[in-house]
C-alpha cells in the first residue's frame, strides 16, 4: 500500500487533489498535512472527509521533528508539495512569512523525507518527493502583441471563442528563472533546494511550474473569486493599472488530474511545464465574469451606444470596473508552453475554458454559505488594508 502525504491539502489546489487521490486509489493512505493558515480551510474536503483511506494532521512543514515523526509512523513512500504562502499581494506587504514557509518550509520537508528515506534499507527506491511550483518563477514576459494573434498551440482548455496569444514567446522548462515578486522569489528558491537535493543526495524528485488555476474552493482574494464575491455585492471591482496584464488560466481539476499522472509517470529529476494556452488580458477574462454571474443572477442587461453609434446590451455590473494604482513589480505576461507534456505524457485538459468558467461562478453561486464563512472576520481586515485609499 502507498502512503502519501499531500501538503496543503486544505488549501484551494491541494484540496482537489486530496479528492481525487482519496477517490481514486482506494488502496492509498492519504495524508492531509496542513497548517490550517487562513488559506486552509477543512470545509473544502467535506465530501471525503470520512474516507478511511484519508487522514487529516494538523503540522506546519517548518516543524522538521514533527514531520519526521509523521513520516516514521505512517511509513510514507510519496510527498506532494502544495503547501505555501501563495497570494503576491500579501507577499509585498510580507515577505518574510512567504521565506519562511516557501523557502524553509520546503526544505524541513526535504530534510525529514531524507532522514526518513535514508534510514529504510531499500532507501530512496521506490519513493518521490513531488513539488508543486508556478510559472511565475519564470519572470514575465513581453507583450509584444497587444492585439492578440492566433496562437502556435492548442489544448482542450483553450478558450473556443477567445484564442490568442499576446506575444512570440513561452515560457518552457528551459526557461531561465528571473522572479520578481517575493512570492515568486521564495518559489524559485524552493525549487532550486528541491533540485539539489536530487542531486547532491539522489532524492527521487519532480517539480512542475503551472499557470494561473481558477475553480471552486479558491480563497477570494484571488481575482476570480474575489470579483465573483464583489459583483454579487454590488462592490467596485479593483483593476489594477488598466488590467491589460495577461494570464494563462487552467481549469483546477484539470490541474489535478495531471498532478496524478505526474505523481505516477513523470521522470525522476524532471520538470514539467503545466498550461492551458489559454491567454486572457485581465479586462477581457473580468467582463466574461461579470456576464456571467449577472446571467446566472438574473440580472437585467442595460442598453447603450457604442462608439460606433450601435446600441448594445451591457451587463448592468460593468459599471463595477474600478482601475485602482497598480501592484508594484507586477508582471506583464505569463504564457506556458506545455507541449512537453501533452508530448512525452499524452496530456490534454478535459475542459475548455468557457465550460470551466460557467461551471466556476455557478459554484460560488450556489455555495454562498462558503463564501460568507471565508469572508468573515479577517477577511474584512485584509480587504481594508489591500484595497482602502488604493
Ligand atoms: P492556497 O493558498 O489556496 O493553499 C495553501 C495551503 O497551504 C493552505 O491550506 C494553507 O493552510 C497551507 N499552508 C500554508 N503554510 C503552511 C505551513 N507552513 N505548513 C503547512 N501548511 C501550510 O494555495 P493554492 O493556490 O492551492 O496553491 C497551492 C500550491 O500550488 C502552492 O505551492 C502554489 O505556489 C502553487 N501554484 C498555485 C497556482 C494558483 O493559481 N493558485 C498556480 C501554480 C502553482
Ligand atoms: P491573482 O489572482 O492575484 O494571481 P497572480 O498574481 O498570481 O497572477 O491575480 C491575477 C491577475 O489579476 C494579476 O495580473 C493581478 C490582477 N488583479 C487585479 O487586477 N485586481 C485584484 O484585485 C487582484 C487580486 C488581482
Same mark, same amino acid.
Given at each position: 500500500?502507498?502512503?502519501?502525504?499531500?501538503?496543503?491539502g486544505?488549501?484551494?489546489?491541494?484540496? %482537489?487533489?486530496?479528492?481525487l487521490f482519496?477517490?481514486?486509489?482506494p488502496?492509498?493512505?492519504i495524508?492531509? +498535512?496542513?497548517?490550517?493558515t487562513?488559506?486552509?480551510?477543512?470545509?473544502n474536503?467535506?465530501? =471525503?472527509?470520512?474516507?478511511?483511506?484519508?487522514?487529516?494532521? *494538523?503540522?506546519d =512543514?517548518?516543524d522538521?521533528?514533527?514531520?519526521?515523526?509523521?513520516?516514521?509512523?505512517?511509513?510514507?513512500?510519496?510527498?506532494i508539495?502544495?503547501a505555501?504562502?501563495? %497570494?503576491v499581494?500579501?507577499?509585498i506587504?510580507?515577505?518574510f512569512?512567504?521565506?519562511q514557509?516557501?523557502?524553509?518550509?520546503?526544505?524541513? /520537508? +526535504?530534510?525529514?523525507a531524507?532522514?526518513?528515506? !535514508?534510514?529504510?534499507p531499500?532507501? $530512496?527506491?521506490?519513493?518521490?518527493?513531488?513539488?508543486?511550483?508556478?510559472?511565475?518563477?519564470?519572470?514575465? /514576459?513581453e507583450?509584444?502583441h497587444?492585439e492578440?494573434?492566433?496562437?502556435?498551440?492548442?489544448?482542450?482548455?483553450?478558450?473556443?471563442?477567445?484564442?490568442?496569444?499576446?506575444?512570440?514567446?513561452?515560457? +518552457? !522548462?528551459?526557461?531561465? @528563472?528571473?522572479?520578481?515578486?517575493? $512570492?515568486?522569489a521564495?518559489k524559485?528558491?524552493?525549487?532550486?533546494?528541491?533540485?539539489?537535493?536530487?542531486?547532491? @543526495?539522489?532524492?527521487?524528485?519532480?517539480?512542475?511550474?503551472?499557470?494561473?488555476n481558477?475553480?471552486?474552493?479558491?480563497?477570494?482574494?484571488?481575482?476570480?473569486p474575489?470579483?465573483?464575491?464583489? #459583483?454579487?455585492?454590488?462592490?467596485?471591482?479593483?483593476?489594477y493599472?488598466?488590467g491589460?496584464?495577461?494570464?494563462d488560466?487552467?481549469y483546477?481539476e484539470?490541474?489535478a488530474?495531471?498532478?496524478?499522472?505526474?505523481f505516477? !509517470?513523470?521522470? =525522476?529529476?524532471?520538470?514539467?511545464? =503545466?498550461?492551458?494556452?489559454?491567454?486572457?488580458?485581465?479586462?477581457?477574462?473580468? *467582463?466574461?465574469? #461579470?456576464?456571467?454571474v449577472?446571467?446566472?443572477?438574473?440580472?437585467?442587461?442595460?442598453?447603450?451606444t457604442?462608439?460606433?453609434?450601435?446600441?448594445?446590451e451591457?451587463?448592468?455590473?460593468?459599471?463595477?470596473?474600478t482601475?485602482v494604482?497598480?501592484?508594484?513589480? %507586477?508582471d506583464?505576461?505569463?504564457?506556458?508552453?506545455?507541449?512537453? +507534456?501533452q508530448?512525452?505524457?499524452s496530456?490534454?485538459?478535459? /475542459?475548455?475554458?468557457?465550460?470551466?468558467? !460557467?461551471?466556476t461562478?455557478?459554484? $460560488?453561486?450556489?455555495?454562498?454559505?462558503w463564501?460568507?464563512?471565508v469572508?468573515?472576520?479577517d477577511?474584512?481586515?485584509?480587504?481594508?488594508?489591500?484595497?482602502?485609499?488604493?
Amino acid at each position: 500500500m502507498k502512503s502519501i502525504i499531500i501538503t496543503g491539502g486544505a488549501g484551494f489546489i491541494g484540496s %482537489h487533489v486530496v479528492r481525487l487521490f482519496v477517490s481514486k486509489y482506494p488502496e492509498y493512505k492519504i495524508i492531509n +498535512l496542513d497548517k490550517l493558515t487562513y488559506a486552509g480551510n477543512l470545509a473544502n474536503l467535506k465530501d =471525503i472527509e470520512d474516507k478511511p483511506n484519508y487522514k487529516f494532521v *494538523k503540522i506546519d =512543514i517548518c516543524d522538521f521533528e514533527g514531520v519526521l515523526k509523521l513520516m516514521q509512523e505512517e511509513h510514507v513512500d510519496g510527498i506532494i508539495h502544495l503547501a505555501a504562502e501563495s %497570494h503576491v499581494d500579501r507577499s509585498i506587504k510580507d515577505p518574510f512569512t512567504f521565506a519562511q514557509t516557501n523557502v524553509m518550509g520546503t526544505l524541513s /520537508l +526535504l530534510q525529514a523525507a531524507k532522514a526518513y528515506w !535514508e534510514s529504510l534499507p531499500e532507501k $530512496y527506491e521506490g519513493k518521490r518527493f513531488y513539488h508543486i511550483s508556478t510559472d511565475e518563477v519564470y519572470g514575465a /514576459l513581453e507583450l509584444t502583441h497587444p492585439e492578440g494573434i492566433e496562437p502556435p498551440f492548442t489544448t482542450t482548455a483553450s478558450s473556443s471563442e477567445h484564442h490568442l496569444a499576446y506575444g512570440d514567446k513561452f515560457f +518552457l !522548462e528551459t526557461t531561465k @528563472y528571473n522572479p520578481h515578486s517575493p $512570492y515568486s522569489a521564495s518559489k524559485a528558491s524552493s525549487d532550486h533546494f528541491v533540485r539539489a537535493f536530487h542531486d547532491t @543526495y539522489g532524492m527521487p524528485v519532480v517539480i512542475t511550474n503551472c499557470s494561473n488555476n481558477y475553480g471552486p474552493y479558491q480563497f477570494p482574494e484571488k481575482l476570480i473569486p474575489l470579483f465573483i464575491n464583489n #459583483i454579487r455585492y454590488r462592490k467596485p471591482l479593483p483593476v489594477y493599472g488598466k488590467g491589460e496584464n495577461v494570464r494563462d488560466w487552467l481549469y483546477v481539476e484539470d490541474h489535478a488530474r495531471v498532478i496524478d499522472v505526474i505523481f505516477h !509517470e513523470g521522470k =525522476i529529476a524532471d520538470t514539467y511545464n =503545466i498550461g492551458g494556452f489559454n491567454e486572457w488580458k485581465n479586462i477581457d477574462i473580468i *467582463k466574461v465574469v #461579470i456576464k456571467t454571474v449577472d446571467r446566472l443572477l438574473g440580472r437585467k442587461a442595460k442598453i447603450v451606444t457604442d462608439e460606433n453609434g450601435h446600441q448594445v446590451e451591457v451587463p448592468e455590473d460593468m459599471d463595477l470596473i474600478t482601475f485602482v494604482t497598480d501592484r508594484a513589480g %507586477h508582471d506583464l505576461r505569463y504564457a506556458i508552453d506545455s507541449s512537453k +507534456l501533452q508530448r512525452e505524457l499524452s496530456w490534454e485538459p478535459s /475542459l475548455q475554458f468557457e465550460e470551466g468558467i !460557467e461551471k466556476t461562478v455557478r459554484w $460560488y453561486l450556489d455555495n454562498q454559505e462558503w463564501l460568507d464563512n471565508v469572508t468573515s472576520g479577517d477577511y474584512q481586515k485584509y480587504y481594508e488594508k489591500m484595497y482602502s485609499n488604493r
